[in-house]
């Protein structure tokens, strides 16, 4: 079992930026990739980005490319999400996620954080 803790979330105006981090445990070596999705009220859970432990393959959603960089530490076992220029409509649960495998679909990630809150307020 791996168990994924998420921390960093909170309230920023549009413009500003917070920077997520995810603390990885347990069985880590059955895993070969972190991943960031959100999920806002009434909408679906989407993709954000993605970071391979071995290659450091990146992978990263349209809506946030050039605001948000997904980064590793592959001997603490945490994946940071710094996000900068954020925007109202990036207001969302962000969720950490780990897979064998990079993938952008939820269903290739087999472990998940409880979540953290992020708000942008205009």
């Known amino acids: 079992q791996v168990q994924l803790v998420e921390s960093g979330g909170g309230l920023v105006q549009a413009g500003g930026s917070l920077r997520l981090s995810c603390a990885a ?3 880590t070596f059955s895993t070969d990739a972190m991943g960031w999705f959100r ?3 009434g909408r ?5 980005a993605a970071i391979s ?7 990263y959603a349209d809506s946030v490319k050039g605001r948000f ?4 530490d592959n001997a603490k076992n945490t994946v940071d999400l ?3 220029n954020l925007k109202p409509e ?4 962000y969720y950490c996620a780990a897979a064998n495998t990079i993938a952008t679909r939820s269903e290739r990630y087999d472990y998940w954080g409880q979540g953290t809150q992020v708000t942008v307020s205009s």
């Open 82 to 84: 710094q996000m900068n």
């Open 44 to 48: 679906e859970r989407e993709f954000v």
């Open 53 to 59: 432990w071995g290659r450091g393959l990146l992978y």
């Open 90 to 93: 990036d207001t969302a649960v």
């Open 69 to 72: 960089t997904i980064s590793r």
């Open 25 to 27: 445990s347990g069985r």
């Open 39 to 41: 999920q806002a009220p």
